[in-house]
Nanobody, 123 residues
């Protein structure tokens, strides 16, 4: 198992930006595929973005493509989610997750999850 701790959430006006961070410990970070998911009130958890072990490959949900950027720093055991042009529909709890796969997109591909960080974009 790997321990994941998210930070960086908060309240931001529409059109603004936030950067989420996720610090990992307990397993070799550079061998983990990492992802971000989110869950809005009353909705199912949904995939947001994923990044490969090396950081060379990324994948995004259509709803965030062009606005969000996932990146990682293997020297710091940290993965980031830069969120720009935020919209009210982006309001959710954001979760960081770790996978043994190189690049994972589905919930079931991830075996470690953080506790989540709230992002609120008022309408």
């Amino acid at each position: 198992q790997v321990q994941l701790v998210e930070s960086g959430g908060g309240l931001v006006q529409a059109g603004g930006s936030l950067r989420l961070s996720c610090a990992a410990s307990g397993r070799t970070f550079s061998r983990l595929g990492m992802g971000w998911f989110r869950q809005a009130p009353g909705k199912a958890r949904e995939f947001v973005a994923a990044i490969s072990w090396s950081g060379g490959t990324t994948y995004y949900a259509d709803s965030v493509k062009g606005r969000f950027t996932i990146s990682r720093d293997n020297a710091k055991n940290t993965v980031y989610l830069q969120m720009n042009e935020l919209k009210p529909d982006d309001t959710a709890v954001y979760y960081c997750a770790a996978s043994r796969l190189t690049l994972a997109r589905g919930d079931n591909d991830y075996d470690s999850w953080g506790q989540g960080t709230q992002v609120t974009v008022p309408s």
